[in-house]
Each structure stands twice: as C-alpha cells, then as structure tokens.
C-alpha cells in the first residue's frame, strides 16, 4: 500500500530574505580582512557621528597606513603583503575597544573610528596598537629557502570631533594630513626604515631580481647617457 504524501508549499521568502542578507554583507565586507570595507564606512561614519553629536561626546577619527607596504609586496609578493593586512586587521581589532569601529579605507589603508575618545586618549589607544602590530611575527622565504622575519609598522594621524571638524569629510581630511605631517616628521628625524635592509640587501636574496633590476639600469644608462652615473651609485648602495 502507498503512502500518501501531503506536498506543502515552500515559503520561499525567508530563504530571499536570507540571499539578501548574505549578498549585503558581501557587498559590506572586505574580502581580505573582514573588517568594513570602504562602500560600508561611508555609511557607518555618519551614523556614528550623528550619535556623538546627539550625546554631545568626542568622537577620534584615525587614518592609518602600513608602512613600507608597497616595498614589502614588490620583494615578497602579493601572498606575503596579504596575509601581513590580514594580520594587521585582526591586531588592530583585538588590541582596541569593542566599542571601536576598525574598516579597510583602502589599498593599505585603514579607519578607526573611536567613540568617547578625545586626542589624547586616542592617541594612546593607537600606540598601543601600534606596539602589538610591531610585535608580529610575520615570515617570508627567502629566495635560498629559509625563514625571514618581516617588520610590521603602522603610522596613523588622529583628528577628533568636533574640534578638528564637524563633517565626515573635514574629520578624515584632517587625519589624514595628520599622517603625512607624521610621515614627513619620521622622515626628516631619520627614524623611517633605519632598521630595514637597503634595496641591494633585498634585491641579492633574489639574484634573478638582481639580474632584471641591472637590466633595467643598462636599459636607462643607453637612453640617457647622463644618468649612468647615478644608476652606478645605485648599484653601489
């Protein structure tokens, strides 16, 4: 004897519902971290400095970038400088306040946004962060196959509401120059890259990059005959 089925309709709308979901938070998060990512921070930005101004509290805007970040990808690769902003985010999550917004601006590029903070208590907040991610313990293999410990270093410029501005555009605008005020004072001081190797240094544990980045100076010396020298103290630095 057969047993009769009852078929029920499905409700399909709680399974487009949660396709909705799903597709928003894609198109939300960054691919690589998880965090925010840039489509996302221009909404949450706002959102947050409309409850400052409501709870009449400072709200700390931080602009960070990784230093060297380019140099590391050009010499290690894509994986290595991928899996150095995965590491990066996550430290930066875990070393702040839950309460803290951390996204992925772009590029090497990271905003915090910390509610309740004025300048000088942000400032310390990226400081610490910034002494966990220099304590990373990121590793690339070198071309003759051993392990080689990279430095991670953070630089970061602050701008707090309402005094450095009362928009989202004046606030990331003035942190932002904040970086390069900080950049440039690192720079003029000599504390940027004093404990990193020169570009020779890098260039012979890869003698094949060694033997293109020659190539290439052949190449400038035969243009422009001027440059020969230059190109020569390059190779000898």
């Not at 309740?116 to 910034?130: S, Y």
């Not at 707090?160 to 001081?189: C, H, K, N, W």
Request: net charge negative; charged share 25%; hydrophobic share 40%.
């Amino acid at each position: 004897q057969k047993t009769a089925y009852e078929i029920r309709p499905r409700d399909w709308s709680s399974d487009v519902c949660s396709s909705d979901l799903q597709l928003r938070e894609r198109a939300q998060t960054d691919y690589l971290t998880g965090l925010p990512n840039h489509r996302h921070l221009q909404e949450l930005v706002p959102a947050m400095l409309t409850e400052a101004d409501e709870a009449q509290q400072p709200l700390s805007v931080a602009m960070i970038d990784v230093d060297n970040f380019k140099m590391l990808n050009d010499v290690h690769g894509h994986l290595v400088g991928d899996e150095a902003l995965r590491r990066i985010a996550l430290t930066l999550r875990e070393s702040l306040r839950p309460t803290d917004l951390v996204g992925r601006y772009g590029g090497d590029e990271f905003l915090v946004l910390m509610p309740g903070l004025d300048e000088a208590a942000a400032q310390e907040a990226m400081t610490r962060a910034g002494r966990a991610i220099r304590r990373l313990a990121l590793v690339a293999t070198g071309a003759d196959g051993t392990a080689e410990r990279l430095p991670a270093r953070i630089s970061w410029g602050v701008a707090t509401y309402p005094e450095a501005g009362i928009t989202v555009r004046a606030l990331i605008s003035a942190a932002d120059s904040q970086l390069l005020q900080q950049r440039f004072a690192m720079r003029r001081a000599g504390t940027v890259h004093t404990d990193r190797p020169t570009v020779r240094q890098l260039l012979e544990q890869d003698p094949e990059k060694l033997r293109v980045a020659r190539a290439l100076l052949d190449i400038i010396d035969a243009k422009d005959p001027y440059t020969s020298e230059h190109s020569q103290q390059i190779g000898r630095a």
